[in-house]
């Protein structure tokens, strides 16, 4: 089947923000040396979101941000949230779902920076956001994806 140029471009778009919400998890997980330093991760028991949460937010949701902090299931939702994003926008299978997700943890992510550093109110979680959410309106777990295995398989068991 061929594909317009704006398919191609959209499903690469999917592609790549899954992989990066997918590399972002088994960094956390594993401690794969990138943001995350061996030793540190989730499975030595360390928590992937009390440093962050606790140490680096700023801004006016900074207090919010430092109470929810030591709780386990911040972190469990935070890697769920990163898991099932990353899946679904890599293998694009419920997009919708897994856009709309990620469009709400970019928000999240950015509100725990605020002022951004480089922009009065713009920083590559809008950025993310604003893909998350054209995303979202696409079909574009279809190309390069299991987008209509994926309809196919959810509308069987309406």
């Known amino acids: 089947m061929k594909h317009t140029k704006k398919e191609v471009y959209l499903a690469l778009l999917?592609?790549?923000?899954?992989?990066?919400f997918l590399w972002a998890f088994f960094d956390k997980l594993f401690g794969l040396g990138f943001a995350t330093q061996s030793g540190?991760?989730?499975?030595?028991?360390?928590?992937?979101?009390l440093g962050f949460?606790?140490?680096?937010?700023h801004g006016p949701l900074?207090?919010?941000?430092?109470?929810?902090?030591?709780?386990?299931?911040?972190?469990?939702?935070?890697?769920?949230?990163?898991?099932?994003?990353?899946?679904s926008c890599t293998f694009g299978i419920a997009t919708r779902l897994g856009c709309f997700s990620g469009a709400a943890m970019s928000l999240?992510?950015?509100?725990?920076?605020?002022?951004?550093?480089?922009?009065?109110f713009i920083d590559d979680h809008i950025i993310y956001l604003f893909a998350f959410l054209v995303l979202?309106?696409?079909?574009?777990?279809?190309?390069?994806?299991?987008?209509?295995?994926?309809?196919?398989?959810?509308k069987n068991k309406k």
């Open 14 to 20: 999917r592609i790549s923000l899954g992989l990066l």
């Open 40 to 49: 540190k991760a989730w499975i030595n028991g360390v928590s992937p979101t």
């Open 53 to 57: 949460l606790s140490k680096a937010v």
């Open 62 to 87: 900074k207090e919010f941000y430092n109470t929810i902090a030591p709780y386990d299931i911040v972190a469990w939702l935070f890697m769920l949230g990163l898991l099932g994003i990353g899946i």
């Open 108 to 120: 999240l992510m950015w509100s725990a920076l605020l002022p951004p550093t480089n922009h009065p």
């Open 136 to 154: 979202a309106y696409s079909d574009t777990g279809k190309v390069w994806g299991f987008g209509t295995w994926w309809e196919k398989v959810t």
